[in-house]
Nanobody, 123 residues
Framework: QVQLVESGGGLVQAGGSLRLSCAAS????????MGWFRQAPGKERDFVAA????????VYVDSVKGRFTISRDNAKNTVYLQMNSLKPEDTAVYYCAASTSWALGHQYKYDYWGQGTQVTVSS
């Protein structure tokens, strides 16, 4: 069992930055690929970024490429999402998730989910 707790959300002006963190319980964190997803009001939850267990490979949705960076610190059991040049359309609840496979954006392949953290970008 893995428990995930996100933090770091908040209100920021357009063009600003936030860094989200997702702390995981358990001693096998490095065996999980991690993903970030987001859900805007009235919309479905969408894929944002993912990273392999070693951190050696990452993948992003096109809309955040060049602005967001996913990373992880396996010694701290934590995955991060650095978000720069934020836009109002980035406003959403952001979720982290853990998968025992390289799940990319396939939500059904993720085994564990956090409770989410709200990110609001004002124009």
């Amino acid at each position: 069992q893995v428990q995930l707790v996100e933090s770091g959300g908040g209100l920021v002006q357009a063009g600003g930055s936030l860094r989200l963190s997702c702390a995981a319980s358990g001693r096998t964190f490095s065996s999980y690929a991690m993903g970030w997803f987001r859900q805007a009001p009235g919309k479905e939850r969408d894929f944002v970024a993912a990273i392999t267990g070693s951190g050696g490979s990452t993948v992003y949705v096109d809309s955040v490429k060049g602005r967001f960076t996913i990373s992880r610190d396996n010694a701290k059991n934590t995955v991060y999402l650095q978000m720069n040049s934020l836009k109002p359309e980035d406003t959403a609840v952001y979720y982290c998730a853990a998968s025992t496979s390289w799940a990319l954006g396939h939500q059904y392949k993720y085994d564990y989910w956090g409770q989410g953290t709200q990110v609001t970008v004002s124009s």
